[in-house]
């Protein structure tokens, strides 16, 4: 079940002046772009957009200290441990209940880390060109926020490599392709890997993405399957101060055992 969107933008933070990737896909799924950049050059390319869904691989709101009221802890399963659990969003206490790592979101008047302080100005900029929160019936312009480590362990079904590394950028994109992304198949790398090539230090990376890349295309098709199909995606939290969208998971992520963990314990 689509809507009439036709733009699936992902976007991740990183660190120093271009600290924003992102990338777009279309409604089959093909990459539009793929890039680095600033925030102005983001925030134009959503501009440009007439009829979209953006996925930040971010924190989009503060919490608001609805973990530290007795009426919203009572409705959670289970309910916290008593004294503990409270200064982090509703949807990160969710998210560590399934076993992911979760992120502690500060308050407004807390000091936040600077990433933390982008996630919130990146979308607050999205919201005044006109993105409103998913999901929003008839809304040309939409925007959700996706985890993207915990993303990337659902569809593993296991931890994740370390990012940034080789053999993380491969297992990334990989997933990726198992998605169904019309990208790279990265196992092609290891056919093009000769004794040469090694002893040379001329691996074949061009064709493998960066973290970063593995992270916004992993956002991207966050917001594709939010609007293709939302019976495979689930929203966590309270949307006072944000929800947060996965992929369905069954069961808690420490309980299942993946061949990709078994070489990191």
């Known amino acids: 079940m689509s809507s009439n969107l036709t733009t699936y933008l992902g976007i991740t933070i990183g660190t120093g002046r271009q600290w924003l990737t992102y990338a777009a896909l279309d409604d089959d799924r093909a990459v539009l772009a793929l890039g680095q950049g600033p925030l102005e050059a983001v925030l134009a390319f959503a501009a440009g957009q007439s009829r979209a869904l953006a996925a930040v691989d971010c ?10 009221r007795a009426d919203v802890r009572t409705q959670l399963n289970p309910p916290p441990t008593p004294g503990r659990w409270t200064n982090m969003r509703v949807a990160e206490y969710q ?12 308050g407004v008047d807390q000091a936040s880390l ?6 919130f100005g990146l979308v607050r900029q999205l919201e005044e060109l006109g993105y409103v929160p998913y999901p929003a019936e008839e809304q040309a ?3 959700l926020e996706t985890p993207v480590e915990a993303v990337f362990w659902a569809w593993l079904g296991g931890k994740p490599y370390p ?27 290891f056919e093009e890997v000769t004794r ?23 956002a991207a098709q966050m917001a594709w399957l939010a609007d293709h199909e939302p019976d ?4 966590l939290g309270d949307a006072r101060e944000g929800e ?11 309980e299942v055992v993946h061949p990709f963990q078994k070489s990191l314990d």
């Open 59 to 68: 924190a989009a709101r503060p919490n608001l200290g609805l973990m530290d």
């Open 95 to 106: 998210l560590a209940n399934l076993g992911f790592a979760a992120p502690r979101t500060p």
């Open 114 to 119: 600077p990433r933390v302080k982008r996630g």
């Open 141 to 143: 312009r939409q925007w």
């Open 163 to 189: 990012a940034g590394t080789l053999e993380s950028r491969l297992q990334r994109q990989l997933a990726l392709f198992e998605q169904g992304l019309p990208i790279p198949d990265p196992m092609d790398f």
């Open 196 to 218: 040469y090539r090694l002893l040379k230090g001329a691996l074949p990376l061009k064709q493998i993405y960066a973290a970063g890349e593995c992270s916004a295309l992993a």
């Open 232 to 235: 495979a995606v689930m929203r």
């Open 244 to 254: 947060i969208v996965l992929p369905v998971v069954t069961r808690r992520a420490e």
